[in-house]
Structures are given as structure tokens and as C-alpha cells.
């Protein structure tokens, strides 16, 4: 559900709050349209847990250099309580075979991430069955050829982990607050107390690095070894940075409009690209940029279209789908990208190690969202094969070899 859907809709706010409101503000900040499925009712798979098992050296070798580039993507097909890993190689013919199996609550959302140098993917996905889905899903470890392992639940539904460069992993997880009374105001909506927490990969041990109070707490990124957060709360919402070592925390934006999305770091830059909606024009929503030493806010675009998927292009420029869902475009860059694979919303979801590739989504209402790469310095585009009819999320890229 978009920011925009939520906004208009004519639910009040409180039942739109039961059905989670950290998965209406979360499926806004993705950006993309996917086919509307059925939400299913099987119950979660057992989870067995990591212990203190570390990961084995296989599994965390470096990938092969010399391998030609692929991308790691998930695929999970309607309805089903499964999704499979699969290593895509960029212009190939056909994805590689399913290398793993996670099974999850029927039609979950899945989302996931490569670990840097490594095989290993993060997941997260829904397990707990419950009509409240704000903190229904978990995290886990996939490793080809191996079972997928549960590291911890409770993680905030239709979220993504972040994974650093240095490999560290982080997760927005909470614990519902209390419904708010039928005499309050009807606008008002339940308060949770969330927390971002950093989660060892080998042996599931979770240690919690910033709490907040309020309606959603958000990865935005990673930034010069800090995290940087967008936080909902009550009466505002903000942008901070924080120290996942010492917890200190320092405020970028103290106060933006509660609709922002969309978000990544111009590294080179220092500086952080979103979508929001504009301070006083309900119609209009923008693409900003704020300098994340400074906390200098500059205004890149603004249009009346609400699926602008905004994202900063490597080496510069900005990557955006102007008004209309007419397809990528591409300014303040060498490459010369229009509208690739055609109307739609292009939606940009990983960058290769060394940012000579990015991968995206191209999606249409009640279609399933396509991948594809756009080499950075060109702007030549590969297709990224995929199984066909499910719904594909995208890890990130990684050299590893296709499996026979």
C-alpha cells in the first residue's frame, strides 16, 4: 500500500494501523508495483536456530573474481509457502537452478541481500501467522545447497535487512504497543517500541544498537560507519545517524513530512536521496538530497507522480522514473538511459561491488515486476533471467559461478 493510498483512503486511520501500519509505510518505500495475491492462512514452518555454530569456511570463502557476474535473486510463486534462490547470470539464457528452499507463511513478502564476499544471502520473510502482520517476519541465512537458518523473529514485515560493506547485518524488529482507546481521537495510531539490531550471522546472537518509540523506525542506509535512520513518530518524523558501536545518535533532518521512500546514498557525495511528499502541496511529491555531514537539504525533482523511485546513480547523477510510469530515466550521468524496457516504474535494487552494474525491477500494475542490469558507464542493458510467473526479490549481484 502506497504512502499516498494510505493518506486517502477512506478507512480511518486506526484500522489501517491494525493491518499494520509499519507494512503500509514499508510497501511505499519499495517503490515498485507487484501482482496483488492472496494473502494465505498455512502455518510457519518449524525455525531451528543457529546456536553457536560458526559459519563454516566454505560458506563464507570469497566468491570466484574470475566468475562472470551474476545476481543472486528469490523467486516465489503465487500463492505458494516457498521461495527459492536462484543465481542469475547477467544476459544469460536461464536462471541457474533453485540452490536453496525457504518456506515461509503462504504468499509472504520476502526481501533479501547478498553479504559482501561472500555465498551467503539474508532474508527476511513472514512466519508468524496473526492478523496484526507488523512483526510477523524473521531472518534468516541462506546458504546454496544448504537448509536456510532461522537467526531471530519478530523483525518489522516487508523489510530488508541492511548489510554493510564490512558484512555486518542489521534489522528492524518491535513489539506492538497497545491499541489506543475507543474515546481517543480516531486519528490517533498505536505507538510500538521498535528497535534496529545487529545480528551475527554465525551464531544468531542479536544485540540491539538504537530503540525508538513510535510508528516505524527505518534502514535508510549506511553512511562513513554510521546507520542512517527515518523515524516516524507521533508528532514528526526525522532523519538520524547513528553509531552502531556506541549508540550515539545525531539528527540530519529533524523534521520532514512522514512520507518519505525510496531511499539510498550517493557515497561519493556523502549524501542521501529520497522520495517525499512536498512540505505544503498534498499533489506533489519531490525527490531531495541531504548532505549527510551538513544535513544541507537540496531539492532534485518535483512531479505530481508518486512512483518516482528515485536513486542515486553510481559515480553521479539520478536515476528516477519521471511523470507517469513512462520508465527509467537517467540525468547528471555519462549514460544516456530512457525508458529502457519501456513504460512502467523502473525501480533500482542493488549495485555491483564495483559499481560497474546496477540491477532494477521493471513493473507494470498486475504483472510481475522483470530484472534487468544497465552497465553504469554506458547504460547498455542485459537481462537478468528469472523463473517465469513469481514474484522476484533481488539479493544483490555476486561472482558466483551458475550451478549445473
Given at each position: 500500500?502506497?504512502?499516498?493510498?494510505?493518506?486517502?483512503?477512506?478507512?480511518?486511520?486506526?484500522?489501517?494501523?491494525?493491518?499494520?501500519?509499519?507494512?503500509?509505510?514499508?510497501?511505499?518505500?519499495?517503490?515498485?508495483?507487484?501482482?496483488?495475491?492472496?494473502?494465505?492462512?498455512?502455518?510457519?514452518?518449524?525455525?531451528?536456530?543457529?546456536?553457536?555454530?560458526?559459519?563454516?569456511?566454505?560458506?563464507?570463502?570469497?566468491?570466484?573474481?574470475?566468475?562472470?557476474?551474476?545476481?543472486?535473486?528469490?523467486?516465489?510463486?503465487?500463492?505458494?509457502?516457498?521461495?527459492?534462490?536462484?543465481?542469475?547470470?547477467?544476459?544469460?539464457?536461464?536462471?541457474?537452478?533453485?540452490?536453496?528452499?525457504?518456506?515461509?507463511?503462504?504468499?509472504?513478502?520476502?526481501?533479501?541481500?547478498?553479504?559482501?564476499?561472500?555465498?551467503?544471502?539474508?532474508?527476511?520473510?513472514?512466519?508468524?501467522?496473526?492478523?496484526?502482520?507488523?512483526?510477523?517476519?524473521?531472518?534468516?541465512?541462506?546458504?546454496?545447497?544448504?537448509?536456510?537458518?532461522?537467526?531471530?523473529?519478530?523483525?518489522?514485515?516487508?523489510?530488508?535487512?541492511?548489510?554493510?560493506?564490512?558484512?555486518?547485518?542489521?534489522?528492524?524488529?518491535?513489539?506492538?504497543?497497545?491499541?489506543?482507546?475507543?474515546?481517543?481521537?480516531?486519528?490517533?495510531?498505536?505507538?510500538?517500541?521498535?528497535?534496529?539490531?545487529?545480528?551475527?550471522?554465525?551464531?544468531?546472537?542479536?544485540?540491539?544498537?538504537?530503540?525508538?518509540?513510535?510508528?516505524?523506525?527505518?534502514?535508510?542506509?549506511?553512511?562513513?560507519?554510521?546507520?542512517?535512520?527515518?523515524?516516524?513518530?507521533?508528532?514528526?518524523?526525522?532523519?538520524?545517524?547513528?553509531?552502531?558501536?556506541?549508540?550515539?545518535?545525531?539528527?540530519?533532518?529533524?523534521?520532514?513530512?512522514?512520507?518519505?521512500?525510496?531511499?539510498?546514498?550517493?557515497?561519493?557525495?556523502?549524501?542521501?536521496?529520497?522520495?517525499?511528499?512536498?512540505?505544503?502541496?498534498?499533489?506533489?511529491?519531490?525527490?531531495?538530497?541531504?548532505?549527510?555531514?551538513?544535513?544541507?537539504?537540496?531539492?532534485?525533482?518535483?512531479?505530481?507522480?508518486?512512483?518516482?523511485?528515485?536513486?542515486?546513480?553510481?559515480?553521479?547523477?539520478?536515476?528516477?522514473?519521471?511523470?507517469?510510469?513512462?520508465?527509467?530515466?537517467?540525468?547528471?550521468?555519462?549514460?544516456?538511459?530512457?525508458s529502457p524496457l519501456g513504460p512502467g516504474i523502473d525501480a533500482i535494487q542493488a549495485v555491483s561491488q564495483d559499481a560497474a552494474w546496477v540491477a532494477a525491477l521493471h513493473t507494470n500494475p498486475s504483472a510481475f515486476a522483470v530484472p534487468f542490469a544497465i552497465r553504469v558507464e554506458s547504460g547498455e542493458v542485459a537481462a537478468i533471467p528469472?523463473?517465469?510467473?513469481?514474484?522476484?526479490?533481488?539479493?544483490?549481484?555476486?561472482?558466483?559461478?551458475?550451478?549445473?
Amino acid at each position: 500500500m502506497r504512502l499516498s493510498s494510505y493518506a486517502r483512503s477512506p478507512l480511518t486511520r486506526r484500522r489501517l494501523h491494525r493491518i499494520a501500519l509499519p507494512c503500509a509505510l514499508l510497501a511505499a518505500l519499495t517503490g515498485t508495483m507487484t501482482a496483488v495475491l492472496a494473502d494465505g492462512d498455512a502455518p510457519a514452518p518449524a525455525i531451528s536456530r543457529v546456536g553457536r555454530l560458526l559459519v563454516p569456511t566454505a560458506v563464507a570463502a570469497p566468491a570466484d573474481p574470475s566468475a562472470p557476474l551474476s545476481v543472486a535473486i528469490l523467486a516465489t510463486p503465487p500463492g505458494a509457502a516457498r521461495t527459492t534462490l536462484h543465481i542469475a547470470p547477467i544476459g544469460g539464457a536461464k536462471a541457474g537452478p533453485a540452490l536453496a528452499t525457504l518456506r515461509h507463511l503462504s504468499d509472504a513478502v520476502v526481501r533479501a541481500r547478498v553479504v559482501p564476499r561472500t555465498r551467503l544471502v539474508v532474508a527476511t520473510a513472514e512466519t508468524s501467522p496473526s492478523s496484526d502482520r507488523s512483526f510477523n517476519a524473521s531472518l534468516f541465512r541462506i546458504q546454496p545447497g544448504a537448509e536456510p537458518v532461522a537467526l531471530c523473529d519478530g523483525v518489522v514485515h516487508a523489510s530488508r535487512p541492511l548489510v554493510t560493506a564490512e558484512g555486518r547485518v542489521f534489522v528492524s524488529r518491535g513489539v506492538a504497543g497497545p491499541e489506543p482507546q475507543p474515546d481517543n481521537d480516531p486519528a490517533q495510531l498505536r505507538v510500538d517500541a521498535l528497535t534496529i539490531d545487529e545480528v551475527d550471522l554465525a551464531t544468531g546472537a542479536i544485540r540491539t544498537v538504537h530503540r525508538h518509540t513510535g510508528h516505524l523506525a527505518f534502514l535508510a542506509g549506511a553512511w562513513n560507519g554510521e546507520l542512517v535512520l527515518y523515524r516516524v513518530s507521533p508528532a514528526s518524523a526525522d532523519i538520524v545517524l547513528v553509531d552502531p558501536d556506541s549508540g550515539a545518535t545525531r539528527a540530519i533532518a529533524p523534521s520532514i513530512p512522514p512520507f518519505a521512500r525510496d531511499f539510498s546514498i550517493d557515497a561519493a557525495a556523502g549524501a542521501l536521496v529520497f522520495q517525499e511528499r512536498h512540505e505544503t502541496d498534498p499533489g506533489m511529491w519531490v525527490i531531495d538530497r541531504i548532505d549527510l555531514a551538513r544535513g544541507k537539504r537540496t531539492r532534485l525533482e518535483a512531479s505530481a507522480s508518486h512512483g518516482l523511485a528515485p536513486y542515486a546513480w553510481p559515480g553521479g547523477g539520478l536515476a528516477y522514473t519521471p511523470e507517469r510510469a513512462t520508465g527509467l530515466f537517467v540525468v547528471g550521468a555519462r549514460a544516456t538511459v530512457r525508458s529502457p524496457l519501456g513504460p512502467g516504474i523502473d525501480a533500482i535494487q542493488a549495485v555491483s561491488q564495483d559499481a560497474a552494474w546496477v540491477a532494477a525491477l521493471h513493473t507494470n500494475p498486475s504483472a510481475f515486476a522483470v530484472p534487468f542490469a544497465i552497465r553504469v558507464e554506458s547504460g547498455e542493458v542485459a537481462a537478468i533471467p528469472a523463473p517465469p510467473g513469481a514474484r522476484i526479490a533481488v539479493a544483490g549481484f555476486t561472482a558466483a559461478k551458475e550451478e549445473p
